[in-house]
């Protein structure tokens, strides 16, 4: 799914002045452990009303103390953790990505700008699935994905979807596939939809007419495999457009 989000939207997610960090919050242990502090909570709060009749009040209530309270301990420490994590995103995205950091800063200015796109492989609009998407500016590409896919619009080499991507086994998967110029980046999303792939494929090859959108093409008499021959791809590509 690809679409233009109204302001409202891209305020909510660019609350606290950068829509990259409101992404990174997306995951985290500090998630795990606040998730996992109310399910035992609620377990502890079950099973003293299991054993209301049972033991009486007092006896209950402390055999649901020894799992309620830990499970306190947990969302503390479990929110303690998030933050930090949400605090560190500059450094967790220059270290997981090729960005420095006036890009990051470049990339959420671009985000505010009329013309942005959201990216998305399913229709959900929930704060999870919005923290997830991708998205498009002026220079710039986040795929979707919990993992900081983020290259710069002139540095794609190749975007495009393939139901021909050979695996170890020697079968064939669905896949999404971008990778840049440079560096070993490889974004793969096995077994995507393939309506909304092919949606973010058109799209980002509009905004980047040179980017490769096929499989399998030919140039100059000669066949290119964009999955499985990259590096061919993209000596090709220094060649005729004179990157190095």
């Not at 040179?210 to 090709?236: N, P, Q, W």
């Amino acid at each position: 799914m690809v679409f233009e989000p109204q302001e409202s939207l891209k305020r909510k997610m660019a609350k606290n002045g950068s829509v990259l960090q409101y992404m990174h919050s997306v995951a985290g242990a500090g998630k795990g452990l606040i998730v996992m502090g109310v399910m035992l909570i609620g377990i502890g709060v079950m099973l003293a009303a299991a054993l209301f009749n049972i033991m009486g009040a007092d006896r209950a209530i402390v055999m649901a103390s020894v799992i309620v309270v830990p499970s306190i301990l947990l969302i503390v420490l479990g929110i303690f953790m998030q933050k930090k994590r949400e605090s560190a995103w500059v450094s967790s995205y220059m270290k997981n990505t090729d960005m420095k950091e006036k890009d990051l800063h470049q990339i959420d200015q671009e985000f505010k700008q009329p013309g942005t796109i959201l990216l998305s492989l399913d229709n959900g609009k929930d704060a999870n699935s919005l923290k997830r998407m991708g998205f498009v500016t002026a220079n710039y590409v986040k795929l979707p994905g919990v993992k900081p896919s983020i290259f710069r619009l002139e540095d794609i080499v190749a975007c495009l979807y393939t139901k021909k991507m050979l695996c170890a086994d020697g079968g064939y998967e669905d896949a999404l596939i971008a990778y840049p110029l440079h560096g070993d980046w490889v974004y793969c999303w096995t077994s995507p939809p393939e309506k909304a792939s092919l949606e973010i494929v058109k799209a980002i090859g509009e905004r980047n007419p040179r980017i490769i959108t096929d499989h399998h093409f030919t140039y100059e008499g000669k066949e290119y495999d964009a999955v499985s021959g990259m590096d061919a791809v993209k000596e090709l590509c220094k060649r005729v457009y004179g990157k190095q």
